[in-house]
């Protein structure tokens, strides 16, 4: 064998060797993928049916209340419970009649013991301005945060926790519909409580 022969079959052998690790490797890369695209899968899964769960047990709590008062619903992933100004007295008061407070407890009682959920309490007002100023609230923002504050405090008492609570305003601008009349002036005067199970695993999978 010629000195030049050795020299092509050595170059052979490293070049096949070099292709064997980069196909190791590269089989190891997908299998990881793979791994990673399956915990994912299952968390969505998981997180999927814990909402689904969720709204089950939120619907058979408040049983008792009628759907133009309150609608429940999923949406993104989260749990949606909106609550219409028909619990309120008036477009401007911030606290709940007693129909309000024992709906908002019922809710309490269903999702008290569920400490991983990530709970905001968003309040929403019409576009008519706050008639009635004084130093602690001058226009809707201050409005519809002072009203989530109320119902954060409603829930806090009737058991919550108050580390799983933000509370929100947003004053006038997410309307469902457009203020051309005081019937959905209404509708646009209302909280919503927004519930999401907690995703940490979720972010990490994404990290990684």
């Known amino acids: 064998m010629t000195w030049h022969s050795k020299k092509n079959n050595c170059c052979s052998s490293d070049n096949l060797e070099k292709t064997r690790r980069s196909n190791d490797s590269l089989s190891t ?25 969720l709204k089950n047990r939120i619907s058979s709590a408040l049983l008792n209340f009628k759907e133009n008062d309150l609608t429940i619903k999923v949406k993104n992933g989260k749990c949606m419970y909106r609550w219409l100004s028909n619990f309120c007295l008036a477009p401007e008061v911030l606290w709940c009649d007693k129909k309000g407070v024992a709906a908002l ?35 809707n923002w201050d409005l519809s945060v002072m009203r989530a504050t109320a119902i954060t405090k409603i829930l806090s008492k009737a058991g919550v926790s108050s580390r799983q609570i ?16 005081p019937e959905n002036k209404q509708k ?12 940490d695993e979720l972010f990490r999978i994404l990290g990684n």
């Open 29 to 53: 890369s997908l299998a990881e993928r793979e791994k990673r695209v399956h915990e994912l899968e299952q968390v969505l899964s998981d997180k999927d049916k814990a909402v689904s769960d």
């Open 105 to 139: 407890q019922q809710l309490a009682k269903a999702i008290k013991d569920q400490h991983d959920l990530q709970i905001m309490v968003e309040g929403h007002t019409d576009n008519v301005p706050v008639s009635k100023l004084s130093a602690y609230m001058q226009d």
């Open 166 to 181: 933000v509370a929100a305003g947003k004053g006038e601008f997410s309307p469902l519909v457009s203020n051309d009349s």
């Open 188 to 199: 646009n005067r209302r909280t919503e409580i927004i519930l999401t199970p907690n995703l």
